[in-house]
Each structure stands twice: as C-alpha cells, then as structure tokens.
C-alpha cells in the first residue's frame, strides 16, 4: 500500500470519528480504473481490457440499531440519512430527491439488498464515511470506486455470502437505476478485479475474466493519464445516444448484439444501414478486434508492441465513434510526437482523460510536450501523472 492510500484511509476514518463521534468497526476500499483498450465495447456484450488504479475510494463503516443508513464523505458536505427500509421507494423513481453524490452508495445498498434477496429488516443499520483520492470526471470512474468500496464493506457486515461478480453487478445496478447513467460492466469489473502489474480481459458477455500481464515496468514504460479537465456525465447525452445506435445497428443486422458482428460482416453492414449508424457499429466491432488483438499482442511480444493498436483504437473513436473532443485528440497527438510508444482517449469520451504509453527516458518529454500543445492551443493545462496497474476492492483494516 503506497502513502497515499494510507493517507486516504486515515482520512476516512478521522471524517467518521469527526462525524459520527466513535470508531468505525472496519474499512474497505476500492480503485478507480483506467481502460487499456475496448471502449463501448462493454455494452455490446463484447471484449475490455481495463485495470485498476493505484487512486483509491476508502469508506469507514460503523454499524447503528435502528435501520438506517447514512453517509458523509470528504468531497460534499451533506449528510444524508435514510431509512433502509425506504430505499426501494427511493430507487429509482425518486432518486432525484438524493443529492447526488449520495445515489452511488445509497443505490449500491439498495441493489445489494435486491440482489440478495434480503429483506431491509434482516440487516444491521449503518454509517459510511468517505474519502477518495479518484481524480472526478477525468475519466477514471470515481463512481466505479465509490460502488466497489460500498459493496465491499455492506455484502460482507451484512454477511451477504455474494461474490465479486455479484458485487460488480450491484454497482452498475445503482449506476443505471439510482444514478441514471446506462453505463456497461466494464467500470464496476474492473474494480473489484484488478491485480497489481495486470490488466483484466473481460468478456461482458459471459462476465470470464481472465488476468493478462502488463509488465509495463519491467519493459521500461510508464502509463501517463492525461486528463483535459473537461468535465462530461455519462447520465446525460451522447452516452445514451451511442448506446441507442449500437442497439439499432444490432437490430438491423438481426443479432443480439454487436459483439456478434465480426470485420469480415462490415461489408454487409454498410448495405443495411444509414452512414452514421454504420460507423458506430464499425467502431465497436474493430474495436473488438483489436481488444483480441492487444491481448495476443502482450503475450507474444509484450506491452511495447501494442501502440499501434491504441493509436487505430483513438482514431475510431474520433472519426467513427465521434466521441473525441479537441484536447483529447491535441493531448495523444502531442504525446506520440514527443516518443509516446502510444496513446488513446479512456472511458466514456466527451472530455475526460487520454492515457500514452510512453518510454521512462520520455515521461518529461512527453509531458512538457502536451502541456506545451494545449497552451498553443487556449486549453486550460492538463493534468499529467502515471497510473500503475493495482489491486481490487477489499478490506483494509
Ligand atoms: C464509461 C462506462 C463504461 C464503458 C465506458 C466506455 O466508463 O461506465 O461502462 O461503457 O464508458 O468504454
């Protein structure tokens, strides 16, 4: 466990003394996440390969006698306490009246207590203080963080007898249903799964995950975030949009869902669809490819190998998938001109963060680079920093 993670941790448990005046029983957390490659792939039953983060959600949890659950965290200064009893009216036709930080692990005690089939009075009361080091809206899922650590803590003080799998499924229960955002899988997976050093090659439709070496520092390579600080919400817009196209695409071509389709259908694709429909639905089904690709490619060659896949992986994104904006196309073309082995955008897209692939004797070059293009350009400075392949949710202390 690295300093920071300490120091996120002993934040959480000062917020519940400060908060709840006593001692919490235990603390759980869970990362964030970074995608490698296989982007709205997860939707369309297809393939990932993501990993979690050294930045962490950490949550203090107490447990109370009268059935509520309340929360507090280091990031809003609202408390919100609420029968456990009441949250199935709550989620999700009143979740509007949930501030919002507070759906995720309120909506994540809710799926749980559906998903086990437990009734709110069969389970104990409880205070939850949060604190994270997930940089917000950069892409990096802090909501992913916020579920898997809310998860973690209630499945086991409850005793639920869930595993991960059924974990992950409750937080993108609560992402879809108390947050409202029709996100896939992959976020959720990702966070519970992670391995240090190991990305996660998830089939989402079949949930099989399966641990692939990265080996980016034995290989002498960093893997930098380069988040554009420009916010985007998955709850509203083209998120929705894309997914409502794969789904008609996948409806044209008579398939459950894309993740059906393969390179060779593409020809027959463009016969039955409109352009822009067609280009989303090529997005997805390269993008599976190349997912099956940089999984062979790490093995065989290992991870120096795989840019040219990333760099076809951002091209789809911005000219088929047109999820890109200037500073994400701005951060990984100045990235590769500087050395960058790779880069490509990470996440849902519409602003967020790019990641790059890049040499250790290039890390400032690369840096100064992209720092340097998005001042010639007005955009606000970015912010740059590695991300090191790490462990999933579980119990700390
Ligand atoms: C967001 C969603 C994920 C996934 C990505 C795009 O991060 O939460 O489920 O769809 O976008 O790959």
Do not use: K
Request: proline share 3%; net charge negative.
């Amino acid at each position: 466990m690295t300093v920071h993670a300490i120091d996120t941790a002993a934040r959480a448990r000062g917020l519940f003394a400060e908060r709840f005046g006593a001692e919490p029983a235990g603390t759980w957390s869970a990362p964030g996440r970074a995608n490698l490659i296989g982007e709205h792939t997860d939707y369309n039953d297809g393939f990932v390969l993501p990993f979690a983060i050294q930045h962490r959600t950490h949550v203090a949890l107490g447990t109370r006698d009268d059935g509520v659950i309340r929360v507090v965290s280091t990031f809003d200064d609202s408390a919100v306490e609420v029968s456990l009893a009441e949250l199935d009216a709550l989620f999700p036709a009143r979740r509007d009246e949930v501030v919002e930080w507070a759906r995720y692990p309120l909506g994540v005690a809710w799926a749980l207590l559906a998903a086990s089939g437990q009734g709110a009075g069969s389970v104990v009361g409880v205070d939850l203080a949060f604190a994270s080091d997930v940089p917000v809206g950069a892409g990096l899922s802090s909501s992913a963080a916020i579920e898997g650590a809310t998860s973690s803590a209630l499945a086991e003080t409850w005793g639920l007898g869930l595993d991960r799998i059924a974990l992950a499924q409750a937080g993108r229960t609560a992402e879809n249903e108390a947050v409202g955002a029709p996100t896939g899988i992959m976020d959720q997976m990702a966070s519970m799964l992670g391995r240090a050093d190991a990305a996660i090659f998830l089939d989402c439709r079949t949930l099989d995950a399966v641990v692939v070496d990265l080996g980016f520092d034995a290989a002498g390579l960093e893997l930098l975030v380069m988040d554009t600080g420009v916010s985007h919400s998955h709850a509203t817009g083209g998120y929705g949009d894309r997914r409502a196209s794969c789904e008609l695409g996948a409806e044209l071509l008579g398939v459950r869902a894309l993740r059906d389709v393969t390179v060779a259908d593409l020809p027959r694709a463009a016969e039955l669809m409109d352009d822009v429909t067609f280009r989303r639905v090529r997005h997805v089904v390269t993008e599976n490819q190349r997912v099956l690709d940089t999984v062979r490619t790490l093995r065989e060659q290992g991870p120096a190998a795989i840019g040219d896949l990333l760099v076809a992986s951002h091209a789809s994104m911005r000219d088929d998938f047109e999820i890109s904006v200037p500073e994400l196309d701005t951060a990984v073309d100045a990235a590769l001109r500087a050395g960058a082995v790779g880069a490509r955008m990470t996440g849902g897209g519409f602003g967020g963060a790019a990641i790059a692939l890049v040499a250790h004797a290039d890390v400032q070059a690369v840096t100064d680079a992209v720092t340097a293009a998005f001042a010639a350009s007005g955009f606000a400075a970015p912010t740059i920093f590695p991300v090191t392949p790490s462990a999933g949710a579980g119990r700390d202390g």
